[in-house]
């Protein structure tokens, strides 16, 4: 488990599942997951999971998760600035915390890229996020130029910056750091790099939202994590848990990195 001076953080494993799983196929997912991490004991106070299936999989999730009572947590991969209007295609955080989110991923490397989102952008959803109670989980990482160019930290130190300027100093916020490069490419940083850059992004919390907050904020490590690696990075004292893509989609490795602390040598 993380630990900072007195300050304990629950790790969290998070399952980022992308364009996958329609609404069906989420429930016998969720299912499965489920029983699988009570067959393996899994206590959910000691490591906190959550989901973040596509949008029209919400509804069904929510459903499932409060009828059996699972103690999981899901979130959506995005979500508008705005509340309501002529916003065609988007969807607001009132919806979203309807639905029970609890957390929203916001500014991932895909909507950065595929969807030109800017640092202004992200820190506007950030704002709107936890105007609605939902817990942001801010991406922030290097393309693999900026790596060559400026080193691992310097990108998603500005970015962090950014996303954190409007950002009320009693915010409760998750921050991910992932390399771009190491994205669904099968090559992660180094336990090292992470801890490096999630040191550094602490420091961006604490300046921003002071000592107490960044004390207590989980800052996790994405790209390519899997049931191999994930126990390395859980060593590295500011790492706080995983932002899983690729491998959340596969329950036996999913709930295999969600178990790593019992894996040999932890
Ligand atoms: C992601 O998309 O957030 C991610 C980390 O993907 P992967 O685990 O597949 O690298």
């Known amino acids: 488990m993380a630990v900072t001076g007195s300050t304990r953080r629950t790790p969290l494993i998070a399952g980022n599942w992308k364009m996958n799983l329609d609404h069906l196929q989420s429930i016998a997912f969720v299912q499965k997951l489920a029983w699988s991490l009570k067959d393996a004991r899994h206590d959910f106070d000691t490591v906190e999971v959550a989901i973040f299936p596509p949008y029209t999989d919400l509804r069904s999730v929510q459903t499932l998760v409060s009828a059996d009572k699972l103690p999981l947590a899901f979130g959506a991969q995005d979500l508008?600035?705005?509340?309501?209007?002529?916003?065609?295609?988007?969807?607001?955080?009132?919806?979203?915390?309807?639905?029970?989110?609890?957390y929203v991923i916001i500014g991932h490397s895909e909507r950065r890229t595929l969807h030109s989102e800017t640092d202004a952008h992200v820190a506007a959803k950030v704002t709107a996020a936890l105007k609605h109670n939902l817990v942001p989980v801010i991406c922030v990482g290097e393309t693999a130029a900026d790596l060559e160019e400026h080193g691992p930290s310097a990108v998603p130190v500005s970015q962090l910056r950014a996303a954190l300027a409007g950002v009320d100093t009693a915010a409760d916020i998750v921050v991910a750091y992932e390399p771009?490069?190491?994205?669904?490419?099968?090559?992660?940083?180094t336990p090292e790099q992470a801890e490096q850059v999630a040191a550094q992004l602490r420091v961006v919390i604490s300046e921003a939202l002071g000592q107490d907050v960044a004390d207590k904020t989980r800052i996790l490590y994405g790209g390519s994590v899997k049931a191999s690696n994930i126990a390395a990075f859980m060593r590295e004292p500011n790492v706080d848990g995983a932002l899983v893509g690729g491998a959340s989609l596969d329950i036996h490795e999913f709930s295999s990195i969600i178990r790593y602390q019992k894996h040999v040598g932890v």
């Open 180 to 189: 771009v490069w190491a994205i669904g490419s099968g090559q992660a940083a």
């Open 80 to 102: 508008s600035e705005h509340d309501s209007g002529a916003f065609t295609g988007e969807i607001s955080g009132a919806f979203l915390a309807q639905l029970e989110c609890q």
